[in-house]
């Protein structure tokens, strides 16, 4: 069952056995009372799936903007991923998987290919233009 929810009105914690945020954290105005919150609201045992697109590519994503490529995001705020991570820990999750999707974003011939094997070398999977984490408290 999908659910929709502000997080700050109600301090009673979600009874989802899992929550996913998927390109929340960056349209965020202020990330650390929106974490505090979450983390507050999350029952222990609960796995959080959190994703984001790779500050990394910031940049193209501009481009892609300003060149009518893609949907205008609006406002929006990307801190690195260790930024990112330190902020979970501040406020009490535990990291259990960090990972990378999505090398080429577009579907284009061999793509498919390239999304399959890139994430598993430590020095491609970085540049994913999707960061995703598994977290629970």
Not at 22 to 33: A, G, M, N, Q, Y
Request: aromatic letters at 14%; charged letters at 30%; one cysteine or more.
């Amino acid at each position: 069952i999908y659910e929709r929810h502000n997080i700050f009105e109600s301090n009673e914690p979600f009874s989802a056995e899992y929550m996913v945020c998927t390109d929340v954290l960056e349209h965020v105005e202020d990330l650390d009372p929106f974490l505090a919150q979450l983390s507050k609201r999350t029952r222990r045992g609960t796995t959080l799936i959190i994703s984001v697109a790779n500050p990394k590519w910031e940049w193209a994503m501009d481009i892609g903007e300003k060149f009518n490529m893609k949907i205008p995001e609006g406002p929006h705020k990307r801190i690195t991923v260790e930024e990112t991570e330190m902020l979970y820990a501040k406020v009490g999750f535990k990291l259990i998987e960090r990972g990378y999707r999505f090398l080429i974003p577009k579907r284009i011939p061999g793509s498919e290919y390239v999304n399959k094997i890139f994430y598993k070398n430590k020095l491609l999977a970085p540049y994913g233009f999707t960061v995703f984490w598994v977290l629970t408290k």
